[in-house]
């Protein structure tokens, strides 16, 4: 059984999308809601990212915020790749996605993975967080 997150020390946000990444980023900054962020414009940087770290835990994120639509490694590849990680690190690692698909296809099919905790439709924005930060 996953802990429940008390405080938010690293968010990490994978996002081919720039503009995207400096909004989220700001958004989070602005309203205190982690102490830290990381950015990630790949899937396959951020699944390095978490294998280069995964021995350093003050260096896994507690919320990852994925977009789906990315080139090579999309959202649902990192989310097959992040099954593959140690129970410890999927423990810890709250995933939501941040995407602009509103397809519900897709939108059905990683809402029921164990890993997502939430959709959200990009921007994203003060009241989403506040959400967020209620329901850990």
């Known amino acids: 059984m996953a802990t429940k997150i008390k405080n938010i020390d690293l968010v990490l946000l994978v996002d081919d999308n720039d503009t995207d990444n400096f909004i989220s980023k700001r958004i989070i900054e602005i309203t205190d809601f982690a102490s830290n962020v990381e950015i990630k ?53 709250k995933v939501i996605i941040l995407s602009s698909s509103d397809n519900k296809r897709d939108i059905d099919k990683i809402v029921n993975n164990d890993h997502v905790i939430k959709f959200i439709t990009k921007p994203l924005t003060e009241s989403a967080l506040q959400e967020i930060k209620n329901n850990l």
């Open 41 to 93: 414009n790949s899937g396959k940087s951020a699944l390095e990212y978490l294998e280069n770290h995964k021995s350093q835990p003050e260096k896994i994120p507690n919320l990852i915020f994925l977009d789906i639509n990315m080139p090579i490694v999309d959202g649902f590849v990192f989310l097959y790749e992040f099954e593959k990680f140690d129970q410890i690190i999927k423990d810890k690692c």
